[in-house]
């Protein structure tokens, strides 16, 4: 079992930059792809950036490749994804899930567990 618990989001202005942290606690984090996915208000569940067990895989949204960077601490039970030049449709809540495969990445099936969201707003 791993439980999954997001912070660091906040209200920032366009152009700025957050970086948001996701503590996993439980057994064997480091065996396990991480990502980042966000839900805006009436939307469906969008994948945003995951990572391998290893951290020397990434993979990303073409909507934030280059503005966002996704990493891990395996040592600190860890992921982060660090928003730089944010813009207003990064509006969402942000959430990180755990999966067991690096398949699939970018639809919410196969996830294993799931943390309960961080806010992110961005105003112009």
């Known amino acids: 079992q791993v439980q999954l618990v997001e912070s660091g989001g906040g209200l920032v202005q366009a152009g700025g930059s957050l970086r948001l942290s996701c503590a996993a606690s439980?057994?064997?984090?480091?065996?396990?792809?991480l990502s980042w996915f966000r839900q805006a208000p009436g939307k469906e569940r969008d994948f945003v950036a995951a990572?391998?067990?290893?951290?020397?895989?990434?993979y990303y949204a073409d909507s934030v490749k280059g503005r966002f960077t996704i990493s891990r601490d395996n040592a600190k039970n860890t992921v982060y994804l660090q928003l730089n030049n944010l813009k207003p449709d990064d509006t969402a809540v942000y959430y990180c899930?755990?999966?067991?495969?690096?398949?699939?990445?970018?639809?919410?099936?196969?996830?294993?567990?799931w943390g309960q969201g961080t806010q992110v707003t961005v105003s112009s």
């Open positions: 990572i391998d067990h290893s951290g020397r895989l990434t």
């Open positions: 439980g057994r064997a984090f480091s065996i396990y792809t």
């Open positions: 899930g755990a999966r067991s495969n690096w398949g699939y990445l970018t639809t919410v099936y196969g996830y294993d567990y």
